[in-house]
């Protein structure tokens, strides 16, 4: 049967240019159980933490004493994600992940959205509008995406106390900026200059000039470049801790710094699941741009890691 | 001659709106990139303490820290953990590929699995890999009870081992980033390369490695770069799984270089660290740099 089948295949792909290849193999072929196998096993090893975490979360403490980290909750509680959420504690402060959830808000949005601003008008330049010496500022800009930010920090610490924001959202939103800028600058400009040529020199000749070229014929056309550079502003910006420990005062610490704080701190009895439903609060967001967002993400970090 | 002047004016005034929107980036370049280097080599011939002090004392700071235990241990900690994890993000990041790369069904639920991590932060890795190595808790306690009773496996708090504790996280978080270059390096080869591989008889796996990789240089050598680059910057993942500890044995340049400028306020030293990590960096980037770059404007 398998043989007059694939034979009425081979005469069908002769006849029109069908899907080509080898001849489809048995599901079960031992090279098919090694290779699912392989991944399966892979998959599983991927999956554990979260699951760990997920099942953690969600047991009572005297369970997470008893029990072992693998096994599933007897009693599902979600008291834990109350109290990560609203009572845990950093130092003498007790009002919970919300205050740094907040805090990330407050410092992803404005940090993406201006960040993506400057670095697009960036770009466009760079495409567009090269002027003597712009090249070299470029260069500059791409090599310093090599430098560790430890040689940089302090620079910038004092920049900004002169400046009078240092420890400010403000300051930290600048910090932002300039650290997503080698990397979205690039992104942009490779982008930009991928479009045709003959619209730029259209809107030109109708007398367009640089803004309104940029607003009206370039911006609106690039639209899935945007998305992908917001992807990676998001979840790049929601798990920095560096800049968030170093240019931030704690009450403004974002998300990332006060899990580290209430997990790590050595007060008090370890409360491990509260511990787990924080760091999954925490680990929320990206994950769920992550998820929603699928190939995008993939063609964000690989336009950001290869060239940058 | 006047209308003419208006026409061409000096070449400083000309292309005016896109000097101005570049403003940012030669800011940014000039400024934080070059200047601030500069600034953090400069100062770190200085004994500057709590604040910067332009009092220069030679190689001093350089001397102390090479001197200094614990900038040992994180340097050694550093180059284990950097050549572990570019062998094995490096291999297993490939072998998945490749094993995505058999037109295998499911592959979209598989790369989401293998990525996921990677969206994930350093200290949010740092933290669950910290609860699954818990050894009253954790894997070890796990083994323990069922029946073997006898087994250590416990390297978030054996000295010794502990970089590897942290290699563990690092490689669970990164090797899917791995994967997808590799995969995106798989897919850019020629389907002909493998019909002529067929031809001739050769086996997939001698393909794979005697053909395949050579042809994807490339891929290897960008995935290398921004490996090692990453390595260098590695500081919330030991800061949230570690702490550093036990005692100083996880202790990497990066931590040194925080600790040294905002808690124990010794400048001098924190910028001598940093800029002994600069010095690594540029170790791999120039000529990384150099044959991609250099080297490709001499063959045009």
Redesign the interface.
Known sequence: MSDRSSLVAASASRLQPGPAGRKPRRMLSPRNIMLYGTLLVAAIYYLIPLYVMVVTSLKGMPEVRLGNIFSPPLEITFEPWVKAWSQACTGLNCDGLSRGFWNSVLITIPSTLISIAVASVNGYALANWRFKGSEVFFTILIVGAFIPYQVMIYPIVIVLRELGIYGTLTGLIIVHTIFGMPILTLLFRNYFAGLPEELFKAARIDGAGFWAIYLRIMAPMSLPIFVVAMILQITGIWNDFLFGVVFTRPEYYPMTVQLNNIVNSVQGVKEYNVNMAATILTGAVPLIVYFVSGRLFVRGIAAGAVKG | MDSRAARRPS?LL??I???I??I???L??????????V??VV?SFTNSKLL?RLSFVGFDQYERLWAAPRWIVSIQNLAIYGLFSLIFSLGIGFL?AV??D???RFE?T????????????????G??????L?PE??VQ??VR?LGWSTFTFDPLYTSSIVIYGVLIAAL?QGT??VM??ML?GLRGIDEDIWKAARVDGIPAWKTYLFIIVPMMRGVFV??LV?IA?GI??V??LV??QT?GGPGIASEV??KY??DY??LAQN?GQ??A???M??IT?AII?VPW?YLEFGGGRKRV
């Open positions: 070449r000309r292309n709106p896109a000097k929107a570049s940012p980036m030669i940014t370049a000039l400024v934080i990139f070059l200047g601030g280097t600034w953090t100062y910067p998945l094993l995505m058999q037109k295998i979209n598989f790369r989401t699995i293998f990525l996921y991590p990677f969206a994930l932060s350093f200290i949010v890795t933290l669950v890999w910290q609860w699954i818990n808790f954790g306690s796990v009870s669970w899917g980033l997808c270059l995106a960008t995935t921004i680059s260098v910057k500081y919330d800061v949230a702490s340049p990066a270089v925080y400028m905002f400048l924190g910028f660290a940093s800029t990590m600069l960096v980037i740099a």
